[in-house]
Structures are given as C-alpha cells and as structure tokens.
Nanobody
Framework: QVQLVESGGGLVQPGGSLTLSCAGS????????MSWYRQAPGKERELVAG???????NYTDSVKGRFTISRDNFRRLVTLQMNSLKPEDTAIYYC????????????????WGQGTQVTVSS
C-alpha cells in the first residue's frame, strides 16, 4: 500500500528551472524524514536534499542556493524546486521517506519512489 509517486522530471536547458513532486500514501507522512536523492550515469547515488519532520533542511554543497526542498504534510507532498540547472544536475531523481524508531533496538522504515529522469542539456 505504501507509495511514493514522483512527477515533474523532463528535459530543460542549462539555467532553466524544474520542480519535482513526490506524493506519499500508505504511511504516516508527517512522521517521516523526506529526501531527494539522485544518481547520474556511472556515479553513486547521492543525497541531494532532505527535510525533517520539523522542517529543518539540508542540501549537498553542489545544489545549495539553487535547490529548495519543501513539504506539505496535509497534502502528503514533498517538492524539490530546482533553479539555475546545470548539465551536471542530469540524473535520475528518487524520492525517499525514512523513519527510525526512537527506542532501542532501533527499527527503520524506508520507502523509495520509482525515480524520475532530469536531463539538463542545450
């Protein structure tokens, strides 16, 4: 029943903008840290941006100042606004939802979207 459904990927010119969306269902959305990861050809999957249950955000250095992650718990939606896109941003972008229990031993719930292709090219 758990689903993370992504949308918004596509082809964009360098310097352009794109907004990715991820709709979550089948889990308690507000309890999960939501993140965007990406994987470029020949490279490891990397964390792009994350947002905590308290709306604290973090970004990988290469996207700071250009990307913005946000969440809407009522609509069960996380978005990644991408501005000033560069060819090196080209990758498959994945939505992730993660929860770790506060007690010991720890338990983890970890869900992934299907991925959406972002291509930055002239």
């Amino acid at each position: 029943q758990v689903q993370l459904v992504e949308s918004g990927g596509g082809l964009v010119q360098p310097g352009g903008s794109l907004t990715l969306s991820c709709a979550g269902s089948g889990f308690i959305f507000s309890s999960y840290v939501m993140s965007w990861y990406r994987q470029a050809p020949g490279k490891e999957r990397e964390l792009v941006a994350g947002i905590s249950t308290g709306d604290s955000t973090n970004y990988t250095d290469s996207v700071k100042g250009r990307f913005t992650i946000s969440r809407d718990n009522f609509r069960r939606l996380v978005t990644l606004q991408m501005n000033s896109l560069k060819p090196e941003d080209t990758a498959i972008y994945y939505c992730n939802a993660a929860l770790t229990s506060r007690g010991l031993p720890a338990r983890r719930w970890d869900y992934w979207g299907q991925g959406t292709q972002v291509t930055v090219s002239s």
